[in-house]
């Protein structure tokens, strides 16, 4: 029965390290577990941020084109064609109600401190004035009765890609 004893003793002076070996060793992995939670958790939030930033460019985005599709209806085809943003120009102008009524106004417009928005206006040619009478980007002859209108949102400190949308309306009023 000695010997039995013997080798309990013996086993438990070997063991006897091995606590503070499991502890270290606990510490360190829990450490390297909570560094990549917390890399996920800050990336996450600033990936969450982001697609809030681009979520509300789209809307505004989508609110130019609305704007652009309100003139298109409108009986005033003047607004359109006496433009003060001219894409041939580089000239970008953005939309504001005045007298109950979309007015375009030269200039960007800024909002949210951080993005702006614009609306140019673009001639539209087309193979021939005769159906079918498909658009052309070069030659052509121009219609005076279709503009293609093009949206852009831009971040003031570039930390997005500028998004673009780009339609096209028609006088539908002509005589």
Request: proline share 4%; charged share 20%; glycine share 6%.
């Amino acid at each position: 029965m000695e010997e039995l004893s013997l080798n309990k003793r013996q086993s438990t002076i070997f063991y006897k390290g091995f606590g503070i070996i499991e502890a270290v060793v606990g510490i360190t992995l829990a450490s390297i577990l909570l560094t990549a939670f917390m890399t996920l958790t800050v990336q996450t939030f600033e990936i969450n941020r982001a697609n809030i930033n681009e979520l509300k460019a789209n809307m505004y985005l989508k609110e130019l084109m609305e704007v652009a599709k309100d003139l298109e209806q409108s009986k005033d085809w003047s607004v359109i064609t006496g433009y003060p943003c001219s894409y041939s120009l580089y000239q970008a102008c953005h939309p504001e109600i005045s007298g109950g009524k979309w007015t375009l106004v030269p200039d960007k417009e800024s909002f949210d401190n951080n993005m702006y928005r614009s609306l140019t206006i673009a001639d539209v040619y087309r193979s021939q004035l005769a159906f079918p009478n498909e658009i052309v980007t070069s030659g052509g002859t121009f219609d005076p009765n279709t503009k293609k209108i093009i949206g852009e949102i831009r971040w003031n400190d570039g930390s997005h890609y500028p998004m673009t949308l780009e339609t096209y309306i028609y006088n539908y009023n002509t005589p």
